[in-house]
């Protein structure tokens, strides 16, 4: 996104806490090209796969934002903060669900290239996650929120950085932190 959209998107986000209708219709072709790109860079990595498709995980998390009674952004990194963790609430939520079913055959086959596939294996892997994720929550919010950020929205380190408003060398840093110890509490459960 460049600066002039970034702009418009915190301009428009603050008119929609006005109460202004006619906003949601101009925010949403700003917004919905890095809420795709969000979306494809979790569901198209090879170790994370979904029978959820691009445009179904955007539609969901879209419409889970807008049904929101809490429906105020205080800027554009905020609406992508709160995209991502709609994102992560889907995807953990489709996780469980095939978790839960754990029968027929392993696998489910999506025909359209955008889709993917979730396994058992991944499905199990992907709860997991998020229950170290909340766990790491409780006593460091910044080191969850850059994994939701890097690991969920597929943003990249310096697009993190924007999000948190803080030095990529921090996220790096901080990035790493949180893969290790995320890694040890999976290892242990």
Same mark, same amino acid.
């Given at each position: 996104?460049?600066?002039? @959209?970034?702009?418009?998107?915190?301009?428009?986000?603050?008119?929609?806490?006005?109460?202004?209708?006619?906003?949601?219709?101009?925010?949403?072709?700003?917004?919905?090209?890095?809420?795709?790109?969000?979306?494809?860079?979790?569901?198209?990595?090879?170790?994370?796969?979904?029978?959820?498709?691009?445009?179904?995980?955007?539609?969901?998390?879209?419409?889970?934002?807008?049904?929101?009674?809490? @429906?105020?952004?205080?800027?554009?990194?905020?609406?992508?903060?709160?995209?991502?963790?709609?994102?992560?609430?889907?995807?953990?939520?489709?996780?469980?669900?095939?978790?839960?079913?754990?029968?027929?055959?392993?696998?489910?086959?999506?025909?359209?290239?955008?889709?993917?596939?979730?396994?058992?294996?991944?499905?199990? @892997?992907?709860?997991?996650?998020?229950?170290?994720?909340?766990?790491?929550?409780?006593?460091?919010?910044?080191?969850?929120?850059?994994?939701?950020?890097?690991?969920?929205?597929?943003?990249?380190?310096?697009?993190?950085?924007?999000?948190?408003?803080?030095?990529?060398?921090?996220?790096?840093?901080?990035?790493?932190?949180?893969?290790?110890?995320?890694?040890?509490?999976?290892?242990?459960?």
């Amino acid at each position: 996104m460049n600066a002039p @959209q970034y702009t418009q998107v915190t301009s428009l986000l603050n008119q929609l806490r006005g109460g202004d209708p006619q906003v949601m219709a101009d925010l949403v072709p700003l917004v919905y090209s890095e809420l795709r790109r969000m979306a494809s860079s979790f569901l198209h990595d090879e170790n994370r796969a979904h029978t959820l498709l691009t445009t179904d995980l955007v539609h969901e998390a879209y419409l889970k934002m807008v049904g929101s009674s809490q @429906q105020t952004w205080e800027n554009r990194a905020h609406f992508f903060s709160v995209a991502a963790n709609s994102m992560r609430q889907i995807l953990v939520d489709e996780a469980r669900k095939r978790k839960a079913k754990k029968r027929g055959g392993g696998l489910q086959k999506v025909t359209l290239d955008e889709g993917a596939i979730l396994t058992d294996d991944t499905a199990d @892997q992907l709860v997991a996650l998020d229950e170290a994720l909340k766990e790491l929550e409780t006593f460091d919010t910044d080191l969850s929120r850059i994994v939701e950020l890097r690991f969920f929205a597929g943003l990249t380190i310096e697009e993190t950085a924007k999000v948190m408003q803080t030095s990529a060398s921090t996220v790096k840093r901080e990035w790493g932190t949180a893969k290790a110890w995320l890694l040890r509490s999976m290892s242990q459960a």
